[in-house]
């Protein structure tokens, strides 16, 4: 009775994560938790982001023409453990975007699919210390012909990209610290026009996109059932160019932001298989992007495969 | 630890591989092939020019002889420059070889999407106009919009068309030959040609659009001039002109540019803004007609798009000509028709399909483009590059089909601010568009008219690609219904009426001498 009783409760929440509220900065790529060896964990996470004002160049304004800008997801998340050092993960979500003003009809479908590569090459403990280095390699892809030149509201970038990341945490008892760094070599995009203007004219539908650096420091608490962590985020493109005046975004603005926020990771004690994810962001300082205020909820079921 | 090193070695490896690969574009015009024209159309003189009333209207000396110091001297000057030519030289030269009048189109083009960019507007709602007098000061000059471009493409293009007329005319009078014929030793970096080179044809080009774009981009003189000096050296290195065929040609250029900024003076296109007397003497006139008046979707509201742009003296036709090539009115917009039509664009955006999308986004050339005229350039010029034409029949067809354009947006604008007719989102709020809604009324599609015009003229031209230009206008004109932003009326009678104007550059084409 009682595990018919949480496999409701499982299901539940899976469509609570689908079709209700919340998503994912808690991307697994980007924390130093590791899946233990064939254990294996997914889950949805939905992501609420919105703005009404956004960074013009380096210029602050609002634009009644679009109002706010509201872009939802759900993204499905596995998570599998070769060794307890060696993980897979992947990623893919389905987007959709609105402006509360205006005339511009949002968008929606399939964005990308990401996966990445986990690897932790080093861990030294010293007492109640310990640190350790984590490497992850990854690679993302549109997963449909998503429409790239509709800024504000495509539902992504449209670019194909591999990153790289390092992170190096360290925890000390069920405190942690933990710092990470990539860089994402972005693939040129093609337009469904010929030509474009940036700083010229360019006689082509493709366009150059500048790669772009991305970094985080989150610290927090790290217990057996709950994860609590306060988020430092950077993204920085390497390049690009400034939106002029009252001009339209265009995809290789030179696009920044940095973020803070709060995540937040419950596993049940009543079911360990089962944990929900939660978190918030707002933004700080940006350039060529919406100062976004953002929140994700989700639900993960991890079990093992062998034992 | 050994394990260690070489798993990071692998990852290095695959980093580096992967940031190696190549993010290189080659654009559509780069490799464009040196003009080398089958045909150097050496009457060319004789044919009828668009402003000048004979090509001896501006007067260009008789050049010195090839067998003068002086002219030695010059021939002299392409060898000093040619010993030691750089990769930025020998580019340089490569890049105007393909031709004058493509290349000044390409950077009216640049301009253009440049300053198409529609001004922010004041702390009290109103909105700036920009100065000509003042260009670099916010909001720049000009408001490169799709009406302003289609006159700028027309000017540019009929001035260069009747400078080298008027050049053709001088180069077949006088006989100068080329350097290369002088000095067979010369290097010579271009294809050889018969045409005598003086007056250079490429700095008639180079003078007359360094003059028309003084007019028409007047904070953008750095730029064009910087164009200007390196398409003059790229001739010079090429060994295809002397300095003095440069000279003459630049002096004839902005001589017979003079002729047409007087006339962009004349042309009432200076008044086309209006004022906000005339923009709701429209809206007034429009509802004593019973009809809904169309009012701006922007916030704050924005004055329309040049409303008294339809009163713009045209290049092919009269002012009453003008007004008879305007559509009969729209479906009134309480009628069952307008209704139906209304219902249909509602219906193509409740789901727009990705093709249909990829359409209005191929089409839609509206804010930081070239505008469509614009892209009917482009279209024109890369189905030109491969007829090698001489510099002046690429002129002369370029201009064939920019008047056209022109013409098309002042009947356009006439007919839009004649009936003054809403957009469907206007009409109907929940119809949510995939491309930007126009400050300017519906009635008819400048799209339509724009593309109907060209389709015309460029199948005129090239015959066996007609019905390629028709499908693309077909095309160019439905994008604004899947866009949903034009009803079917608008885009159906917007094809006809820019057929129409087209026609009369074919009259016009079939009867300059040049056929």
């Known amino acids: ?307 | 630890m050994k394990k260690f090193f070489s798993t990071i070695l692998l990852i290095s490896t695959v980093v580096v591989l992967v940031l190696s690969c190549s993010k290189g574009i080659t654009e559509r015009t780069a490799d464009a092939p040196a003009l080398h024209p089958s045909n150097a159309d050496t009457e060319a003189g004789t044919w009828k020019a668009v402003l000048l009333a004979a090509p001896t209207d501006v007067a260009v000396p008789a050049p010195i002889a090839t067998n003068t110091p002086d002219y030695i001297a010059q021939i002299a000057e392409i060898k000093t420059w040619q010993a030691n030519l750089t990769a930025d030289e020998k580019a340089m030269v490569k890049y105007w070889s393909a031709g004058a009048v493509l290349r000044w189109n390409e950077i009216l083009r640049e301009l253009v999407a440049k300053h198409n960019v529609p001004p922010y507007q004041n702390a009290d709602g109103t909105y700036p106009v920009p100065n000509a007098a003042n260009p670099l000061a916010y909001p720049t000059f000009p408001f490169s919009n799709p009406p302003y471009a289609a006159r700028a493409y027309g000017y540019v293009s009929a001035a260069q068309y009747d400078a080298l007329v008027s050049a053709w005319y001088y180069k077949k009078m006088y006989s100068r030959p080329a350097p290369y014929k002088v000095d067979a030793t010369l290097n010579v970096l271009v294809p050889k040609s018969d045409l005598p080179s003086y007056p250079s044809e490429d700095a008639v080009v180079e003078g007359v659009s360094v003059e028309m774009l003084k007019l028409l981009f007047p904070g953008d003189q750095d730029y064009i001039q910087q164009k200007a000096e390196e398409h003059r050296r790229a001739r010079l290195l090429a060994g295809a002109n002397v300095r003095s065929d440069l000279e003459a040609g630049e002096a004839l250029g902005r001589a017979v540019a003079q002729k047409f900024v007087a006339r962009a003076r004349g042309d009432r296109a200076g008044g086309a803004v209006g004022t906000p007397a005339i923009w709701s003497q429209m809206e007034t006139d429009c509802v004593a007609k019973g009809e809904t008046p169309w009012l701006s979707l922007e916030f704050p509201k924005r004055p329309p798009m040049l409303p008294v742009f339809g009163k713009v003296k045209a290049f092919l036709f009269d002012s009453l000509t003008c007004i008879s090539l305007r559509p009969g009115p729209p479906p009134a917009t309480g009628s069952e028709k307008m209704k139906k039509e209304l219902d249909e664009v509602a219906q193509l955006l409740k789901a727009p399909s990705r093709e249909q999308t990829r359409v209005v986004h191929f089409w839609a050339d509206g804010v930081g483009t070239y505008t469509p005229p614009g892209h009917w350039d482009a279209i024109a010029a890369d189905d030109f590059i491969t007829k090698n034409w001489s510099e002046v029949r690429w002129a002369r067809n370029m201009a064939l089909l920019n008047m056209a354009l022109m013409d098309a947006a002042i009947v356009c604008w006439d007919s839009k601010f004649t009936y003054f007719n809403p957009r469907p989102s206007q009409l109907n709020p929940a119809i949510k568009t995939i491309t930007g809604v126009p400050n300017f009324p519906s009635y008819i599609s400048g799209h339509s008219t724009f593309s109907g015009a060209a389709a015309a003229v460029l199948g005129h031209l090239i015959p066996e690609r007609a019905a390629d230009y028709q499908a693309m206008a077909q095309e160019a004109s439905v994008s604004r219904m899947y866009g949903g932003i034009h009803y079917r009326s608008d885009c159906e009678v917007g094809l006809v009426v820019g057929k129409n104007v087209g026609n009369y550059a074919v009259l016009r084409a079939r009867t300059d001498g040049a056929e």
């Open chain 1, 1 to 307: 009775m009682a595990r018919y009783f949480l496999r409701q409760l499982h299901k539940l929440l899976l469509v609570v994560a689908l079709f209700a509220v919340g998503s994912s900065q808690a991307q697994t790529d980007m924390d130093a938790i590791m899946m233990n060896k064939h254990q294996f964990c997914s889950g949805f996470d939905y992501m609420h982001s919105s703005w009404n004002r956004y960074w013009e160049g380096t210029l602050k304004r609002t634009n009644e023409n679009i109002g706010t800008i509201t872009t939802q997801s759900v993204m499905f998340m596995p998570n599998y453990g070769i060794s307890n050092n060696l993980n897979v993960m992947a990623s893919a979500a389905y987007v959709w975007t609105e402006a509360s003003a205006g005339t511009m009809k949002g968008m929606k479908g399939m964005q990308d699919i990401t996966a990445f590569v986990k690897w932790r090459p080093l861990v030294k403990m010293l007492g109640s210390n310990k640190l350790s280095l984590f490497l992850l390699g990854g690679y993302g892809a549109p997963i449909s012909n998503y429409v790239v030149d509709y800024l504000p509201l495509s539902i992504g970038m449209g670019t194909k990209n591999w990153i790289g990341r390092g992170l190096v945490d360290y925890q000390y008892k069920h405190l942690n610290v933990t710092a990470s760094a990539a860089y994402v070599r972005r693939s040129n995009l093609t337009l469904d026009r010929t030509s474009y203007y940036d700083t010229q004219l360019h006689l082509t539908n493709e366009v150059k996109m500048p790669d772009a650096a991305q970094y985080q420091l989150r610290a927090g608490y790290r217990g057996k059932y709950l994860l609590a962590e306060a988020l430092l985020n950077n993204w920085t493109t390497l390049g690009g160019f400034d939106i002029t005046r009252n001009n339209m975004p265009f995809s290789s603005n030179r696009m920044n932001a940095t973020s803070v926020g709060v995540t937040f990771k419950y596993t049940l004690k009543t079911n360990t298989h089962l944990s929900l994810i939660g978190g918030g962001s707002t933004t700080l300082a940006g350039r060529n992007m919406g100062q976004a205020n953002a929140f994700n909820i989700g639900a993960f079921y991890a079990f093992y495969f062998k034992k």
